[in-house]
Structure formats: C-alpha cells, structure tokens
C-alpha cells in the first residue's frame, strides 16, 4: 500500500493565515496564494492575474509529484512480483490510487482511508473525512424542497462532513439536480448504485467532495422549481444543462472509479473559477461532448482553473470534448484514449496542455487523426500556447501538434522523474469506472442510441472490490 507522506500535504506561502472549521471537520491547511499566471509567459495576457483560492502555487511541481507516484506504485508491484503469489501481487496494479486502499482485505472497515489516495490538484479534497457514516437506505426523490431522511438528497445537504454510503444496489431517479453541500463523499463501493434523470449533479460554490464509484447516466435537464441545497435554504432553479457533473465555481474536488453516460449536455463540466480538481479512474463513454473545462474565452477566474485528468478510461462511441479547455492548468497524464470522432483535446482562450504518458488511438476517419484542436483560432494567436505532449503514445496515425516558445524552457529540468511510459497503460487503467461493474451499452436502433437491456437488470449485476 502507498504510504502517505508530508509530500501530500497542501503546499503553503509564508505565514498563511490560520482557517477555522467546525470541529466536526478535520484541520486543514489554509493558503493564500501567489498567481502562477504572471510569471509565466505563455499566459502573458491583460487582466489575467488572477488568484483563486485553493490554486496551487506551482502547477509543474505537482504534475511531476503525480508522476513521482505512479513511479513508485509501478515499481513496487514490479518488485513484489517476484517475492509473493500471483494471487498477492495481483491487487497491486501501479495506479497509485487504487494501490493506496485496495489491497488491504478490510479497507471497508476504514472506508475513510480513501480521502488519502488522491492524486493531483484535487488530492486535498476531504469530502466526508472526519465525518459520519451515513447510509442511504431509500432510493426515492419524491421531493427536492423537504427531501426524506435515509435518501440521497436528504444526505448531500447536509452541514455537517458525511461519509455516504449505500445499504443496497440501488438506482436513483433524481427528480431535479442533486444539489451538494461542502464535505460529502458519495462512496459507492459494495452496492451497485445508478445516478440518472434530472440534473444530475451540481457541485455549485462548495468545496471538499468525493464522488467515488457511481453509474452516472441519462441525465436531462430540469427546473424551473424550487430545490433544497441545504437544511436552511432552498431556491428557484432556472433550467439545467443536463450535466452528469457540474462543477460550478468550487473548489478541492475529486471525480473517482465513476462511469459516465449518455447525457444531455456534457458529462462533466468544470467551470466558473473551479480550481483544485481531479478527475481519475473514471470510464466515459456514448456521449457527443464531454467534459468541458472552463466557462469562456472571456472569463478571467478560470485562468487560475487547475485540473489533473489521470487514468481514465475514454471509451466507445465519444465524439470530442476529452476535454476541451479554456483557460487554466490541465495535466491529462496516463489516460488511455480509443478513438474519437472529431479531436480529443481542444482548447482556446490561451490554456496550458501538458500531456503526458496517455495512449492516444485515432479513428478511421483520415481526417479526424490529430489528437488536438485550438477552436476558432487563428494559427498566428495559438502558437504560443503552451500544449506539450511528453511520453505519449500516438496510435493509428493519431498526431498531437504542440506549441508555445516555453515548452523546451520548462522540460530542461532534468526529469529524474520520467513520465511513466504508456506502454503501461493498460496496467494503469485496467480498473477504470465503477469496479466490477456492467458499463451501460447501446445499439444503433433506428438512428437512435438505445439502451441494451432494462436498467432492472443492470441493477442486478454483482460485483467485487478486489
């Protein structure tokens, strides 16, 4: 199991002011932040020093400690290959993650543990931690404004830090969008639990939350009623997107082991000024436009947005959006990428790219080959963006074209941390989505996508953790 080590401890400047939480919460280091954004030359652009809190001072040092990690995960499992059974060394994978908790036989008497194996930017996410444990134990979403005690919904308003597990294989059918509280894990692990409907879920000025382990699909727009989002205040909802999962101006977030599906508008979204987010392990697929990182061009918060995008799984039938950036850090680092329909990673508004160790395998389509796309800019104004491609695997004439005049400048740091090859991809991703679990199919069925058997059914698959 990987230890934890003060290398995950939330990076500081000098003589932070001290923050105070309830006691119920665990202490957490407070920081004030410098803006990364004007030392840095490719996001030389007016009114872009902006500062958000819960943004790393140092975005490059925090993707080599992602890459020192899996380093020593991988190398580990190497090395207890040779000393113990195939059926011990088996539950170590290389993912520095899933090795942190899975391998201990009890990890569900200490279900908290989870909230020490995060990686990247959104590592210091505590969700629950400290917390609770509470179990779901009624499906229903009958009503958004005075939702049931033992539902979901009544769970993620809450104030206080809450574990949330679940008593049975579930599916929730979300009347309106499920709308978080700060401090909440939603730990899925050992029930088979299905998100879909209205929404589905909003993360909307709130820090500190786990998503782990979750089908989260069919996910439609609703509103225009009122909706609960804690145990004082509820409020009028205009319209939704649709999203799986909007992140809307938050903060120390953490996306993990979900599958994701078939909705309306993208499956996840990171916007607002969000910052302080990983998305990992996670399996997407059936969908046009994925996940979106960034309001607008225009929108000068999301300049200080940092994302860690590790070890998921992108997979059948995507269109593009994997992500599609505007402004802000992006590290998509050991992620497996099999085939799109029109590019794998966008941008505009200037955003940095650092893609490192990922499989990236094109389509068919001889003109849909190049892993990137700078959207609606003129070549003249991209060039100097800093996208860099490091590690990576291009497959069937997939091409990633970088740029930026900085990109030799920052990777002259002699790496005695290489980023860990792709070769090992299918290692570190073997585990992506919910563990165990039947990804929702569909079929071409008259020009539409159909759902491949009742979700009764779905339902009914069993699973393992280890």
């Known amino acids: 199991m990987l230890d934890l080590d003060d290398s995950r401890r939330k ?58 990690r899996v380093n020593v995960s991988v190398a580990r499992r190497q090395s207890q290959e040779v000393f113990l059974s195939d059926q011990s060394s088996s539950c170590l994978t290389g993912n520095p993650i899933d090795d942190c908790w899975r391998c ?40 958004a404004v005075t939702p049931r005690p033992g539902t979901l919904r009544y769970a993620v308003i809450q ?25 909440k894990t939603l730990d899925g692990r050992g029930a088979n639990v299905h998100i879909v409907g209205g929404g589905c879920i909003t993360l909307q000025y709130i820090s500190n939350v786990i998503i782990h382990n979750i089908h989260i699909h069919q ?6 009623t009122n909706v609960r989002s804690s145990p004082t205040h509820y409020g009028w909802r205009t319209l939704s997107d649709g999203d799986g999962i909007s992140i809307f101006g938050s903060r120390d977030i953490w996306i993990d082991h979900c599958s ?57 039938s995507l269109v593009q959006r994997m992500p599609r950036c505007r402004r802000g850090y992006i590290h998509v680092v050991n992620n497996d990428f099999t085939r799109w329909e029109m590019y794998a990673i966008g941008g505009s508004g200037n955003p940095t790219i650092n893609s490192q160790g990922n499989r990236y395998t094109a389509p068919t389509n001889p003109n849909a080959k190049e892993v990137t796309k700078r959207v609606d800019t003129e070549e ?11 590690g990576d695997i291009l497959v069937n004439g997939a091409f990633f074209i970088a740029s930026g005049e900085t990109v030799e400048v920052l990777y002259e740091k002699a790496y005695s941390v290489e980023p860990k090859s792709a070769a090992l991809i299918d290692q570190l991703t073997m585990n992506a989505g919910v563990f165990g679990g039947r990804r929702v199919t569909t079929l071409e069925h008259g020009g539409q996508n159909k759902v491949v058997g009742d979700m009764d059914t779905v339902m009914t698959t069993t699973r393992r953790i280890c």
């Open 159 to 183: 104030s206080e830090p809450l574990w949330i597990v679940f008593a049975t294989n579930m599916l929730i059918k979300l009347k309106q969008e499920l709308i978080f509280n700060s401090y």
């Open 11 to 68: 990076p500081t400047q000098s003589q932070p002011p001290p923050c105070h939480f309830p006691s119920a919460m665990l202490r957490r280091t407070c920081i004030v932040l410098i803006s990364l954004l004007s030392s840095v030359s490719a996001f030389a652009m007016p009114m872009q020093n902006i500062t958000l809190l819960g943004q790393h001072p140092d975005p490059e040092a925090l993707a080599l400690e992602v890459q020192r």
């Open 380 to 390: 003249n104004k991209w060039r100097d963006w800093n996208w860099r491609s490091e």
């Open 260 to 316: 994701l599906s078939h909705c309306k508008d993208g499956l996840i979204d990171v916007v607002m000024g969000s910052t302080g987010i990983t998305i990992s392990n996670n399996y997407f697929s059936h969908h046009d436009e994925v996940m979106l990182l960034g309001h607008s061009d225009t929108y000068v918060p999301d300049s200080g947005m940092q994302v860690t995008i590790a070890f998921n799984h992108f997979g059948e």
């Open 104 to 143: 201990d036989p009890n990890w569900e008497a200490d279900r908290q543990r989870l909230a020490d194996c995060g990686i990247g930017f959104g590592q210091y996410a505590l969700g629950g931690k400290g917390g609770q444990i509470y179990v779901v134990t009624d499906s229903s979403d009958h009503d």
């Open 219 to 224: 996910c439609v727009q609703s509103g225009e």
